[in-house]
């Protein structure tokens, strides 16, 4: 499931063939996703100019010359695939279309850029840039964790008195927006904090030393992401999903990797979901 270093790594493969450029022509080729699409999708997305391409938490969002704007959202097993640009970023030739090719985006350079969904929890949407804040997906989200407004003075109050562990608190996405269960699991890790421990329990001090450990978390995600689109542009045009090394997600019973620590990584399920800490540095 890609999270945030995987939608921006997606947005800034997206950005040199959608920034600035026309869409010369959409298709939708059913009438849904994971909710039903707006009504006209493909003829209020055809001939719009896309002025900038954002990211707000896991969304990315094309403000359009019409005013509106298009919310995509990669689900569980979106994929976005980028053809046929003759400005030379992506080499590929146009593939064969596949079963779960869902919109089309046929832009005026030529390019073209594929959203497939196997899995069909992916979204798309169109509303109105001015209140695009307001959308029911947008509007309860916390403040952007590589943003300005998530800071310590945020983090503390938010965190104040609260009884849930630190990893349930990490992932309300009304505390901050974007974060999941990866890279929620290496920034406590970094911040030397067992996931199951009460949020409200932390000291002010060891939470407002997470807030800069978890954009570095985020940075460094992003910059392997950032190589990874350096690479497929010889490869095969899919962005957002590339190669990365977890110091303890997916790493359970394997040495932890903190100098002069002899611990195994564990694991444990909170909520249904796995968390891999070390039980030696974590506490
Ligand atoms: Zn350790």
Redesign the pocket.
Known sequence: MPELPEVETVRRGLAPVMEGHVIAHASVNRPDLRWPFPPRMAERLTGRRVQALRRRSKYILADLDSGETLLIHLGMSGRMLVSGDPLGVFVHDHPAPEKHDHVVLEMETGARITFNDPRRFGAMDLMDTATAEAHKLLAALGPEPLGNDFNEPHLVAALHGRNTPIKAALLDQHIVAGLGNIYVCEALYRARIHPGRKAGRISARRVAALVPIIREVLADAISAGGSSLRDFRQADGELGYFQHSFDVYGREGHP?R?PG?E?KIRRIVQSGRSSFY?P??QR
């Open positions: 932890c903190t620590c611990a070390c030696s540095c």
